[in-house]
């Protein structure tokens, strides 16, 4: 709320009245069932993915409350090429409240990202 300082709160997402939707294990299988050994080519089908699912909603990125992404072995050299492609994606105006999680592995030995979400969906 305006005027309501918190300092030890890094980000956070005032939302309005809504329906909450959450999406779960977004992972960067392709149309095809197939998944890249690349990251960055990863990182983007798995936001492709989540469009798929927003706009199923009757929504889109704007609607994100918060995001968190978990990146299997994560080496903080990555940071810029995530931050680049959640970039393409996510405005950077409003972005939502996120967190970045390194693990051990995912679901999958060839995963290396997996994302969830939680969305405010429009009336």
């Known amino acids: 709320p305006p005027g309501v300082q918190i300092p030890w709160v890094s980000q956070a997402v005032v939302v ?17 069932g197939q998944m890249s050994d690349d990251l960055e080519t990863q990182l983007n089908q798995v936001f492709s993915n989540m469009q798929v699912t927003l706009e199923a909603a009757g ?31 996510i405005s950077t105006a409003t972005p939502p409240a996120s967190a970045l999680i390194g693990v051990d592995a995912l679901f999958i030995p060839q995963a ?12």
């Open 112 to 123: 290396m990202v997996e994302i969830d979400a939680v969305a405010v969906l429009p009336d």
């Open 59 to 89: 929504t889109d990125f704007s609607s994100l409350a918060r995001v968190t992404v978990y990146i299997k072995d994560y080496d903080p050299a990555q940071l810029p090429l995530l931050r680049q492609v959640r970039d393409k994606w």
């Open 16 to 32: 309005g009245a809504g329906r909450i939707m959450y999406l779960s294990g977004h992972v960067p299988f392709d149309e095809k």
